[in-house]
């Protein structure tokens, strides 16, 4: 059973948008969360993490939210841009680190 | 600093072959990790070291996979034998330790494919 949970394989936004990444946990005890951002034939590479005693974290155009009680976190880019375009992965932490399978971002011209 | 580095990048083997990946993670990190990227399973943690001893296997799918790190410079993933399901994308990636915060470098990964 997956513990943490990307439900959107896909997503396109224009160019200059928001784009909203979503991601569902189902274990209470996590108690950190990160984003990773993946370019094709390469490694993921870390974009931004919250702890759990917080429910912001804001890191240039990058904003990452968490809503304990629903057990929900978003990832938040403003302004997309092109470069934006990815696979992200959502992730977190209790003794080990687990990631969800990832949402692909494409930001349209 | 290089990075994490892997090799081969892409590996081509028949079922029932040994195939052997390997990782050089960061010099200085002291934890190392091995995941597998299915289609259908994400992104997968097999096994992780700390200080080259191995924390937790429970991820490794069966006996046939195993893994080791004889120092902190290089560790090794293998099959054997292959099965044509093992067919993955397979990274290593490497951090400063294993607690909180908690930032694994990647490696850019091979690409195994079993006929």
């Known amino acids: 059973d997956q513990q943490v949970k990307q439900n959107s394989p896909s997503l396109s936004v224009q160019e200059g948008r928001i784009s909203i990444l979503n991601c569902d946990y189902t274990?209470?005890?996590?108690?950190?969360f990160l984003w990773y951002k993946k370019y094709p034939a390469e490694g993921p590479t870390f974009l931004i993490s919250?702890?759990?005693?917080?429910d912001k974290n804001e890191d240039g155009r990058f904003t990452v939210f968490l809503n304990k009680s629903a057990k929900h976190l978003s990832l938040h880019i403003v302004p997309s841009q092109p470069g934006d375009s990815a696979v992200y992965f959502c992730?977190?932490?209790?003794?080990?680190?687990?990631f969800g399978k990832g949402t692909r971002l494409h930001i349209l011209p | 600093d290089a990075g994490v580095i892997q090799s081969p990048r892409h590996e081509v083997t028949e079922m029932g072959q040994e195939v052997t990946l390997r990782c050089k993670p960061i010099?200085?990190?002291?934890?190392l990790f091995w995941y597998r990227q299915t289609m259908m399973r994400g992104l997968e943690l097999l096994i992780y070291?700390?200080?080259?001893?191995?924390?937790?296997d429970s991820g490794m799918p069966e006996d046939r996979f195993s893994a080791k790190m004889p120092n902190a410079s290089f560790s090794t993933l293998k099959i054997q034998p292959s099965e044509p399901r093992d067919s993955a994308v397979y990274f290593c990636?490497?951090?400063?330790?294993?607690?909180?915060?908690?930032?694994?470098?990647f490696g850019p990964g091979t690409r195994l494919t079993v006929t």
């Open positions: 990636a490497s951090s400063l330790g294993t607690g909180i915060p908690y930032e694994q470098y």
């Open positions: 274990n209470s005890m996590f108690d950190y």
């Open positions: 919250i702890s759990s005693i917080k």
């Open positions: 992730a977190a932490l209790d003794d080990k680190i687990i």
């Open positions: 010099s200085g990190h002291n934890s």
């Open positions: 070291f700390n200080n080259n001893v191995p924390i937790d």
